[in-house]
């Protein structure tokens, strides 16, 4: 009999053992590749398409959700645990300028690569392309008083240009190498079909936008800047740092449009459109949607130019 229990605990603790060891594989197996964090959505194309089924992403800032605002979930934090490597904008996001030093002390021996390394990031006086509209409006508010009006810091939103997203994609293609080089034959060839993707669309997008070289283009948020220096056009936003303008504001706003024949404006699907809506009315002109936190790049910025050559050759 004891003899009997002997053999009966001794299988038992074989098939714990066993499903220990099995739970870890599977574990491991839903988590799939070397972990790899990025910040939003188009980074994610990137990092996939080079990285293939070798690496496993995680987005910190996921789909419909604004870097400006979104805070990291305990599910999230436990993918930055496990996580080998951290490609970071790197210009000045919100979500990374918050965030990433909680991101750092959950893992300490993570990788973190600077997508921006080789891009000049610019300030956001030199794309918000307004002609003294809000310096206009706080003389209205704040009349008598001394007002240094100023918006703070870089324009995050570099990728917007095709010619910075080949940078970035070299950044993420030397970050994989480096943190898996067993497979760097396989990155580096997908490296060069995204690069050849990457160039026919900067093509495409300059024959499309060459003729309408210097003109203005309006936002709401002040997302494309780097787009329209990449094609030599100027953005006029109409938001002032995360805020709608007064009415001061938008009346300036609506005159420098009427001035220039801005027909179209783009706003993004993450904020508030309304006074986008009401300067499109004052116009005569349209609101069209422009997603900069986009999940497919191609696609997108092939759109948008299609549609800013609409509106120019309507104005």
């Known amino acids: 009999m004891k003899k009997n229990q002997k053999i009966m605990y001794s299988t038992f603790l074989l098939i714990g053992l066993l499903s220990v060891s099995l739970s870890g594989c599977i574990d491991n ?43 990291p979930t305990p599910e999230q934090m436990k993918k930055v645990a496990k996580a080998t490597a951290y490609f970071k904008v790197g210009s000045g996001v919100e979500f990374e300028v918050v965030h990433m030093d909680t991101i750092l002390e959950q893992n300490s021996d993570l990788q973190v690569f600077d997508s921006s390394e080789e ?26 008083e001394e007002h240094d009006h100023d918006h703070e810091g870089t324009d995050p939103h570099i990728w917007t240009s095709p010619e910075n997203f080949k940078k970035m994609a070299e950044v993420v293609y030397n970050g994989l190498v480096e943190i898996d080089p067993d497979h760097h034959e396989e990155y580096y060839a997908n490296y060069q079909t995204y690069i050849s993707k990457l160039d ?36 006029i936003a109409i938001e002032d740092e995360g805020k709608q303008p007064g009415p001061a504001g938008i009346d300036a706003i609506i005159s420098q449009a009427k001035e220039e024949n801005i027909t179209v404006i783009f706003v993004a699907p993450q904020f508030d459109t309304s006074s986008a809506e009401t300067i499109a009315d ?15 790049y191609e696609e997108t910025i092939t759109k948008l130019a299609e549609d800013m050559v609409a509106g120019f050759e309507n104005s």
Not at 126 to 144: A, I, P, V
């Open 119 to 144: 891009i000049s990031v610019i300030s956001l006086d030199e794309h918000y392309g307004k002609e003294g509209h809000h310096e206009e409006e706080e003389e209205h508010e704040h009349e008598g």
């Open 282 to 296: 004052e116009i005569g002109g349209n609101v069209v949607f422009a997603n900069p936190l986009m999940s497919n």
């Open 200 to 235: 026919t669309l900067n093509t495409n997008v300059s024959n499309l936008l060459q003729p309408y070289e210097n003109k203005s283009f309006m936002v709401y948020h002040p997302a494309w800047g780097y787009f329209g220096d990449t094609y030599n056009l100027k953005m």
């Open 29 to 71: 197996t839903s988590y799939g590749g070397i972990g790899v964090l990025v910040t939003i959505v188009p980074q994610s194309e990137i990092v996939e398409f080079i990285g293939g089924e070798y690496i496993d992403v995680t987005i910190m800032v996921p789909p419909g959700e604004s870097p400006h605002s979104f805070e």
